[in-house]
């Protein structure tokens, strides 16, 4: 019943906001038609004495907007008196026209004398017109006060009211919900604690613990609910441990699979290029030019394969668990690696800028692939019509070291950040060599190290590739084998390799 006296009151109200928005929109055109009423007497004054056309542009403004506000009004009356004196409204306005202004306006066009004009103006028609007028437009404006007053009294009283209701209403349901919580918390309390007992025991993994009956309809349904999901946990989980299993089987079989065949192409490769080698030698220019151009495209068929099978061979090797972990100097790895590019930066006149880079517990072999494909990529996509610009840089945050390997090549469209990390993905033509697998090897290794990598590039400005790696390795708990000393990095600044 409260509800109902509730939702009636909103209505009730919202419906004498509408009343009273309503009154104020009439309220406000009452007022416009009657500051129209006077510009049209103003502005036919003015022009009557002065003989000045401008008057005439108030005068027409005025009679156009008089027309238009009188039709917004009828369009919203309340009561048949109101539309009544609406049209009162608007036939005297209209017989004023046509009886004084119009009339006066030829006179006064026609040469006539401004006094003669006035004597129409003032006239007892004239005037009488004009008063009737403004009578009813203020009869309407005084109807319509007193109807926006009453329905903002009803809406104010009517919220009260509501407001009383409905307060009422929330200590009245307050107080049957305490009684009803009094009497049945304590044996709610008795059978919950039981309940969570029991739920708690098969949280902890006894999935085929039987909850007891429980007296209470809502708890038991929450039991069986309970017992149910028990039972699918425990069903998936042996079903998650056996697709676990497969899935490991199957990634071991794909990665010695791999590994197997690209190992095993190599020989057959090798043989085939050895011997497009040896025609290439023993009959150049002794064929036609067809054939020196096949041999060509062999060869370089050849290399491709050559380089395919490598990066094949090395994201199977990054992938592969049981890793050995120990301190790894990057700042010497980092050394190594452009003194093995040497020749090819000094090729390119490469400007490089190489930080202060720390030691750091990791996987050499894979560090080493991190920075040796970063690096070449800089050298590979430089950009031609600049010098080659390298920089790598660490910095070190509290729980890993961030590194950032920049360069000033052609860069790479923002569409393509995500791309280019996975495996045979390649963005540029083919006139530069690559399997489109070494970033791919890149992101892996980074990951085995517990990692992240990102890039951010600017075509035609250069790119930046940002990786993390942890100070703590999620295997540190496991290995703790040393570093063989034939993989240890070796010593040696870049300027000392290149001296060599």
């Not at 998650?240 to 010695?256: F, W």
């Not at 095993?264 to 036609?288: C, F, M, N, V, W």
């Not at 920075?371 to 910095?395: E, H, M, W």
């Not at 992240?452 to 703590?472: K, M, R």
Request: proline share 4%.
């Amino acid at each position: 019943m409260v509800i109902c006296s509730i939702i009636w009151g909103i209505d009730y109200s919202v419906r004498q906001a509408s009343a009273l928005n309503s009154a104020q929109q009439r309220l406000s055109i009452i007022n416009q038609i009657t500051h129209n009423v006077l510009d049209c007497e103003t502005g036919l004054q003015g022009y009557m004495l002065t003989g000045n056309r401008q008057f005439l542009g108030p005068y027409r403004k005025a009679q156009a907007e008089l027309q238009r506000n009188i039709g917004l009004l009828k369009a919203k009356p309340v009561t048949v008196l109101q539309y009544q004196n609406i049209q009162q409204v608007h036939f005297l306005m209209n017989s004023w026209r046509d009886q004084v202004a119009e009339p006066l306006l030829r006179v006064r066009q026609n040469g006539g004398s401004p006094p003669g004009g006035l004597e129409l103006l003032s006239s007892e028609q004239g005037t009488t017109l004009i008063d009737q007028t403004q009578q009813v437009l203020a009869a309407l404006e005084t109807d319509e006060l007193s109807r926006r007053e009453e329905a903002m009294v009803a809406s104010n009283s009517t919220l009260l009211l509501t407001r009383l209701l409905a307060v009422s209403g929330l200590l009245l349901a307050a107080a049957l919900i305490w009684l009803a919580a009094l009497r049945s918390a304590q044996a709610l309390s008795k059978v919950l604690g039981e309940f969570n007992r029991d739920v708690t025991h098969i949280a902890q993994g006894h999935y085929d613990f039987q909850l007891p009956r429980l007296p209470i309809t809502e708890v038991q349904q929450l039991g069986d609910q309970v017992e149910k999901m028990a039972t699918a946990v425990r069903e998936r989980e042996l079903s998650l441990q056996r697709s676990n299993r497969e899935l490991e089987r199957s990634n071991r079989e794909l990665e010695q699979f791999a590994y197997i065949a690209s190992h095993d192409l190599q020989e057959p490769l090798r043989t085939i290029g050895s011997y497009t080698e040896l025609l290439a030698k023993r009959y150049s220019h002794q064929l036609d030019d067809r054939a020196d151009k096949y041999i060509r495209f062999t060869l370089s068929a050849t290399h491709r394969l050559k380089l395919l099978i490598q990066d094949l061979l090395a994201f199977s090797r990054v992938r592969q668990p049981g890793r050995v972990m120990g301190l790894v100097n990057i700042q010497q790895l980092v050394d190594t690696i452009l003194a093995d590019l040497s020749t090819t930066l000094e090729m390119s006149q490469a400007e490089l800028d190489i930080g202060t880079l720390p030691t750091l517990r990791g996987n050499p072999e894979l560090l080493r692939h991190i920075f040796q494909n970063l690096l070449s990529n800089a050298i590979k996509f430089r950009d031609p019509q600049r010098p080659l610009k390298i920089g790598v840089y660490a910095v070190h945050l509290p729980t890993t070291w961030e590194f950032s390997v920049t360069d000033n090549g052609i860069g790479i469209e923002a569409e393509y950040f995500e791309r280019i990390f996975g495996v045979f993905q390649r963005l540029s033509n083919n006139q530069v060599d690559g399997s489109g697998i070494g970033l791919a090897v890149v992101r892996t290794a980074i990951e085995r190290h517990g990692g992240e990598i990102s890039v951010s590039s600017t075509p035609g400005v250069g790119s930046t590739f940002t990786f993390t790696l942890p100070h703590i390795l999620p295997t540190d708990d496991q290995d703790h084998l040393p570093l063989p000393t034939s993989i240890t990095v070796p010593v040696g600044a870049l300027g000392e390799a290149e001296g060599a």
